[in-house]
């Protein structure tokens, strides 16, 4: 006897944008390992609002296992707006589908018209522990739909210890349903050195990557790279590795003055999976 179909919904969108953060890798590894494992009775949905099209979601249906849902006809700037009045689209009035569980890997849920169980993943609590290094729009935001996931989900899907520890201090919520992971692995790329001469990189390197904001503490690695001993810093450049982030705008002023007395700093910007594979080499 076969065993009952079960139809997962994914939330894809933060694996859409071009320029993904560690939380779009997290995503897009995570549904990556689940194609590959799930059991054949078990029907993975991912969705996302794609404006017009706008997004090429190659890289998730070149996946094994997945259906692919795309809103087209739906403006980022509406949700935004519907966001900023408390309001959320149920998924499954999107999709026109129903679900036997949802899972959301950005810390906050959408809700269901029909009360499907759903896990969220919850990577840190800087929203409420840092607020100050936190964009106003997305504190806000946070702090207002993310308690109300956590309380409300069937399972919280977090990476360390220490966050299911906030997490538990700051809501109460009963740890037995908050279980750890590790970060899902992401492909292993074989690419050429060559990728990252357009940096400027003329000799050996010590390597920060991230996005650059206050809240990864970046400044005290370049201060500290500032007291290293003068044949070290001929030696050895830092390179930053990361797209610009919220309320950066004083480190990267700090950044500058420090590149202008003579401290050989390089900051990439964005860089892409093959330029990352060939700085890490």
């Not at 560690?22 to 590894?29: A, E, K, P, R």
């Not at 054949?40 to 849902?69: M, P, Q, R």
């Not at 969220?120 to 290094?133: K, R, S």
């Not at 790279?225 to 309320?247: F, M, R, T």
């Amino acid at each position: 006897m076969s065993r009952e179909n079960k139809n997962i919904y994914f939330d894809i969108n933060p694996i859409i944008n071009n320029q993904k953060s560690g939380v779009g890798y997290y995503s897009l590894n995570l549904l990556r390992a689940l194609s590959a494992n799930c059991p054949s009775n078990i029907i993975l949905t991912a969705h996302c609002v794609n404006f017009l099209g706008y997004h090429d979601l190659s890289e998730i249906k070149e996946l094994k296992n997945i259906n692919v849902l795309e809103t087209k006809f739906l403006h980022p700037k509406l949700i935004n707006f519907l966001h900023k009045i408390n309001v959320q689209i149920p998924y499954d009035f999107l999709t026109r589908k129903s679900f036997d569980l949802a899972i959301f890997p950005n810390f906050v849920n959408t809700p269901s018209v029909r009360k499907t169980p759903f896990y969220v993943a919850v990577h840190d609590l800087c929203f409420e522990d840092h607020p100050e290094y936190v964009s106003e729009k997305n504190g806000r935001f946070l702090r207002n739909f993310s308690p109300k996931s956590m309380k409300s989900a069937e399972k919280i899907i977090t990476i360390s210890e220490s966050t299911k520890k906030s997490i538990i201090n700051h809501y109460g919520v009963d740890e037995t349903k908050i279980f750890i992971t590790p970060i899902p692995p992401g492909k292993v790329l074989l690419v050429p050195k060559k990728l990252i001469e357009k940096f400027n990189i003329g000799k050996k390197y010590i390597l920060f990557v991230g996005t650059l904001e206050p809240r990864k503490n970046f400044i005290n690695l370049v201060k500290a790279y500032e007291l290293l001993p003068e044949n070290i810093k001929d030696s050895y450049s830092l390179v930053l590795c990361g797209a610009k982030g919220w309320k950066s705008e004083d480190e990267f002023e700090y950044i500058k003055k420090s590149i202008e007395l003579g401290n050989d700093i390089i900051i990439t910007d964005y860089v892409n999976n093959e330029e990352l594979a060939a700085l890490y080499d």
